[in-house]
């Protein structure tokens, strides 16, 4: 059996101006049996479209702020940097993987955008918006939990740990607004903050505010939400 090809959206540091990616992203994915391919800085659709073909599923990583633009807001002075290319190549991977019926794993950005192309909204800054009374952006190490999550009855990360609160650690500053059409809030941080969704009616997309990558050697519970990620790719792989 070949190995599950997970297509990883790409980091951009706009000072060096150079692609990169934090190692534990592909460790995560590695360790748990996938075969992970970092996805070009490009929005060009032809070589994304051709490259996504080969992917069986898509992590969508952290990174710089989703462009209100893409929710209709004007930005604020305490939205952070965003990069038109990366907000276009992630459109693109997305809507592939929405119309392919491919996996998706959103993680910190990658769930504050998978919101936004739902039709959802964000907070620009949820400290300057009032809407944080806990600490969203702890200090490293960032394999220590930060804060509790509790997890809404019936969702799917309640029935995949079979718990009801979780700690995770915590490291973004801007959060959902308005949850986007055909999602599941999962998970809920004690200041009201929406930390997990999952689609209604997509075959396999869940997404977490906080960074399983970070702590799934500590956290069974992040190894257990990675596994399963990929073991819903291999299977849908197999279907489809």
Same mark, same amino acid.
């Given at each position: 059996?070949?190995? @599950? &090809?997970?297509?990883?959206?790409? $980091?951009?540091?706009?000072?060096?101006?150079? +692609?990169?990616?934090?190692?534990?992203? *592909? #460790?995560?994915?590695?360790?748990?049996?996938?075969?992970?391919?970092?996805?070009?800085?490009?929005?060009?659709?032809?070589?994304?479209?051709?490259?996504?073909?080969?992917?069986?599923?898509?992590?969508?990583?952290?990174?710089?702020?989703?462009?209100?633009?893409?929710?209709?807001?004007?930005?604020?002075?305490?939205?952070?940097?965003?990069?038109?290319?990366?907000?276009?190549?992630?459109? @693109? &991977?997305?809507?592939?993987?929405? $119309?392919?019926?491919?996996?998706?794993?959103? +993680?910190?950005?990658?769930?504050?955008? *998978? #919101?936004?192309?739902?039709?959802?909204?964000?907070?620009?800054?949820?400290?300057?918006?009032?809407?944080?009374?806990?600490?969203?952006?702890?200090?490293?190490?960032?394999?220590?939990?930060?804060?509790?999550?509790?997890?809404?009855?019936?969702?799917?990360?309640?029935?995949?740990?079979?718990?009801?609160?979780?700690?995770?650690?915590?490291?973004?500053?801007?959060?959902?607004?308005?949850?986007?059409?055909?999602?599941?809030?999962?998970?809920?941080?004690?200041?009201?903050?929406?930390?997990?969704?999952?689609?209604?009616?997509?075959?396999?997309?869940?997404?977490?505010?906080?960074?399983?990558?970070?702590?799934?050697?500590?956290?069974?519970?992040?190894?257990?939400?990675?596994?399963?990620?990929?073991?819903?790719?291999?299977?849908?792989?197999?279907?489809?």
């Amino acid at each position: 059996m070949t190995q @599950t &090809v997970i297509g990883v959206l790409p $980091l951009y540091d706009t000072q060096l101006d150079s +692609i990169w990616m934090l190692p534990d992203y *592909i #460790n995560a994915l590695v360790d748990h049996g996938a075969c992970p391919i970092i996805l070009p800085y490009t929005d060009k659709k032809d070589v994304l479209e051709q490259i996504c073909s080969y992917c069986d599923g898509f992590l969508f990583t952290g990174g710089q702020d989703v462009s209100p633009k893409l929710y209709n807001e004007q930005k604020a002075d305490y939205c952070g940097e965003c990069l038109d290319i990366l907000d276009n190549l992630s459109v @693109t &991977v997305y809507n592939h993987a929405i $119309l392919k019926k491919k996996t998706i794993l959103g +993680i910190c950005r990658g769930l504050q955008f *998978i #919101n936004v192309m739902q039709g959802g909204t964000l907070y620009q800054d949820i400290v300057s918006q009032g809407k944080s009374e806990i600490n969203h952006h702890q200090e490293k190490p960032y394999c220590t939990p930060s804060h509790n999550v509790t997890l809404v009855d019936n969702s799917y990360l309640s029935y995949l740990f079979e718990i009801s609160n979780i700690k995770v650690n915590s490291i973004h500053h801007q959060s959902i607004k308005d949850l986007g059409k055909d999602l599941m809030i999962n998970g809920i941080s004690q200041d009201g903050i929406i930390e997990a969704i999952s689609s209604t009616t997509h075959p396999y997309m869940v997404a977490v505010q906080w960074h399983p990558e970070y702590d799934y050697k500590y956290n069974d519970k992040s190894s257990l939400l990675l596994k399963d990620f990929v073991k819903k790719t291999q299977i849908l792989k197999n279907t489809i």
